[in-house]
């Protein structure tokens, strides 16, 4: 297979889009950050997208890092700073991704195309279900989201001060 076809079997879905940002980060020959917007990574949970786009230590990044900041900041505003790292990194990060992916592939020995396309299907492309588990998530948040704001308990984007605990003298009375 050409550059070009690994490229594209590895991407799958809309493999022309991300060529085309592609172009952009390796115009000079080395591999250079340039700004992009990513809309699906920002949109869309952005652990989904990178879980979608197999990048799982990414996703679990974008998974864990909202809900840290959120909980060390106490402020709900922080899940928007990491949509918007996501939407500016994505196009980088998956560029480089596919590179280091198609990178290895091309250098093992295939006995025949079949094997290697295997590999591409299995290492690349998209997982579906991703976007099952998105609709729930976004069904759940926006549940909770409707039962804070009925309760009263988001004022501000700031989540509600935790509740002092008891200690173990005052339990005991």
């Keep these: 297979m050409t550059d070009d076809e690994l490229?594209?079997?590895?991407?799958g879905p809309h493999a022309d889009r991300y060529l085309e940002q592609f172009k952009k980060f390796a115009f000079t020959g080395a591999p250079r950050y340039n700004l992009t917007w990513h809309w699906p990574a920002f949109l869309f949970i952005p652990f989904l997208w990178f879980l979608y786009r197999k990048m799982y230590l990414y996703a679990f990044v974008y998974a864990v890092g909202p809900a840290v900041s959120t909980f060390l900041t106490?402020?709900?505003m922080a899940g928007l700073v990491w949509s918007i790292m996501a939407g500016v990194s994505a196009n980088f990060i998956y560029y480089w991704h596919v590179r280091e992916e198609v990178?290895?592939?091309k250098k093992k020995p295939w006995l025949n195309r079949?094997?290697?396309e295997?590999?591409?299907q299995e290492t690349g492309g998209v997982q579906p279900y991703v976007i099952g588990v998105g609709v729930v998530l976004y069904a759940l948040f926006f549940a909770a989201l409707f039962q804070a704001f009925q309760e009263g308990t988001l004022e501000g984007g700031k989540l509600p001060p935790a509740r002092p605990r008891p200690s173990s003298q005052q339990s005991l009375l």
């Design 74 to 76: 106490n402020d709900l």
């Design 103 to 105: 990178g290895e592939i």
């Design 114 to 116: 079949a094997a290697q």
């Design 7 to 11: 490229w594209r079997a590895f991407i």
């Design 118 to 120: 295997q590999v591409i």
